[in-house]
């Protein structure tokens, strides 16, 4: 879920960047604040509360790599 959330934040930026002078994304949260907390709202990260990667950090590193080639 959190990868399909992810593409669907990056992709519309992606869209305007050139029109709108983007030059960088970032995400809210780089690791949860608390993995085993049952709201969602700890759970923004990309790495778990103890660092360990979850899927959508690859596929964030995927998705910015494969956007960052010039328009």
């Known amino acids: 879920m959190q990868v399909t ?3 669907a934040a990056v992709r519309p930026v ?3 960047r050139s ?3 983007i030059t960088g994304y970032r995400w ?3 690791r949860d604040a608390d993995s085993a907390a049952p709201g ?7 790495l778990r509360d103890d660092y360990s990667r979850k ?12 956007l960052s080639v010039p328009h």
């Not at 969602?40 to 990309?46: D, K, Q, T, V």
């Not at 899927?55 to 494969?66: D, M, T, V």
Request: charge should be negative.
């Open 5 to 7: 959330a992810l593409e």
């Open 14 to 16: 992606d869209a305007v």
């Open 19 to 21: 029109r709108d002078h």
């Open 28 to 30: 809210f949260d780089l």
């Open 40 to 46: 969602f709202e700890s759970h923004y990260g990309l």
């Open 55 to 66: 899927p959508a950090f690859g596929a964030y590193r995927a998705l910015i790599a494969r």
